[in-house]
């Protein structure tokens, strides 16, 4: 039996797919960085590791969430795509991920820890794949930057507090209440995607567009059999664009592929801080975790407050002008935090302007972050919508956006992979201040690839 009329509004409306849609991806980076802090007692306490080897059990695991994510994101889309609707897919994400971090808290072996991890990776991942497909399923084209800006606000808030919460729940709740909170938040976001109706295709499907308006479109409560009256071209396409004939024909466009890579050394340059920091600052000034924990806050802060605002400026402007001005901005702030302490500048005359000059640059960072995020994004989301626009049915009928945020995810984790490999290489071979170097030297010259390449 459906829902009756009122129900139906504001369970599909935009403002609720939207609310859901953030939610799935707060909990996914809430979850992301909720198990740091847990980790050395999981190994030591209930696995009993040595901890001399701690450090080298916690880089496998988290490193294996990203070479999970990596590998899964290539599948996830093509399936997704093929689905009736995105309830499907993004319920059986948030299945895998409860039933992952469930199989981590209660592990007591290396290999389950891996599994665990493993589990929550192939789970966020498609939160994340699905749960964008369903956002610009829901929105207008123009729409799209305030949209993803606030989701993006959303998934700070989730990745600043994820671990501080872990934290202070485990020294004061104890492991299990730590362990219940993320799965209570777990099984919260997946009542509200079974309350949530997917808007458009559903309201069609029961007459609530207006009348003389059929779908031919499967919803939330269509049959799952073929339509028969589905154009035949839809089946052609279907059958002959291959999952490699797809990537070739997004990635021929240069624009995706300068917006790909901008997610690369935009999440690449996420890591990378996380990576070197805190050890640096421990080096330099003597701080410890508290005012580690500050410069983060610095970090993400800004992007929970400003996401909205760049937002509206992708969509008043496009992606070239702010992914360019971020860029620009980015190369000296980044080399400045490398140049902070180093004594040869005026800045550093003493450990105080040091540290006034080195916090500066954080703030300085997070407050322009925020212009390159969602580039990607947005740009093969474009690409997809101008293929469309030329030839509808290009894709097959459900589009080709869960394929085209696998791509973006792909290049997003690909950049949480290489940024620390890179960082940590750099830093440990030529210092903290050539690192930050070349890290400005890529950033500028990713300002000129973005001003020449990416939709104005």
């Known amino acids: 039996m459906a829902p009756n009329s009122s129900s139906i509004q504001w369970r599909s409306s935009t403002t609720f797919i939207i609310l859901c849609v953030a939610i799935a991806l707060f909990a996914e980076s809430f979850l992301y960085g909720y198990v740091v802090p847990i980790l050395p007692y999981l190994l030591e306490d209930r696995n009993h590791i040595d901890p001399s080897k701690t450090l080298t059990f916690t ?46 808290a209660t592990a007591i072996t290396v290999p389950l820890i891996l599994i665990g991890r493993a589990l929550q990776a192939i789970g966020g991942t498609t939160a994340w794949i699905v749960g964008l497909a369903t956002l610009r399923d829901s929105i207008n084209g123009k729409d799209m930057g305030k949209a993803f800006g606030l989701v993006h606000s959303f998934v700070s808030v989730g990745a600043l507090s994820g671990p501080a919460v872990a934290g202070l729940l485990l020294e004061a709740a104890g492991y299990w209440w730590t362990w219940g909170v993320v799965l209570l938040v777990l099984v919260l976001d997946i009542v509200m995607r079974l309350v949530m109706l997917e808007g458009p295709k559903y309201l069609e499907c029961h007459g609530q567009v207006g009348p003389n308006k059929p779908s031919n479109q499967a919803t939330e409560y269509s049959t799952l059999l073929p339509d028969s009256g589905m154009p ?9 664009l291959s999952m490699f004939r797809f990537y070739k024909v997004m990635l021929s466009q240069r624009r995706v592929v300068v917006g790909l890579l901008c997610s690369v050394i935009y999440s690449a340059m996420l890591a990378s801080y996380n990576t070197t920091v805190p050890l640096h600052v421990r080096r330099a000034f003597g701080w410890g975790s508290s005012h580690t924990g500050l410069l983060f806050v610095g970090l993400q802060g800004p992007a929970i407050l400003l996401s909205p605002l760049c937002g509206w400026f992708r969509d008043r402007f496009g992606t070239k002008l702010p992914a360019t001005i971020g860029f620009v901005s980015l190369a000296p702030l980044v080399w400045l935090l490398g140049a902070a302490d180093q004594k040869q500048f005026p800045w550093a005359a003493t450990e105080d302007s040091s540290k006034v000059t080195y916090t500066l640059a954080i703030l300085g960072i997070g407050c322009v972050t925020n212009l390159m995020s969602s580039v990607g994004t947005i740009e093969i989301t474009c690409a997809v919508d101008d293929i469309e626009s030329k030839e509808p049915g290009f894709f097959g009928p459900n589009g080709g956006y869960s394929r085209s945020y696998s791509l973006s995810n792909l290049s997003f984790s690909s950049g949480l992979l290489v940024g620390p490999l890179l960082s940590g290489a750099l830093a440990d071979n030529v210092g903290y201040y050539y690192m930050n170097t070349v890290l400005a030297v890529i950033c500028a010259t990713m300002s000129i690839l973005a001003s020449t390449c990416l939709g104005g």
């Open 59 to 104: 880089y496998i695991i988290l490193t294996s969430y990203g070479i999970m994510c990596v590998l899964s994101a290539m599948a996830v889309g093509p399936l997704a795509d093929r689905a009736k609707t995105r309830r499907g897919p993004l319920l059986i994400a948030l299945s895998i991920a409860f039933l992952g971090t469930l199989v981590l």
């Open 232 to 240: 035949e071209r839809y089946a052609e396409n279907v059958a002959n």
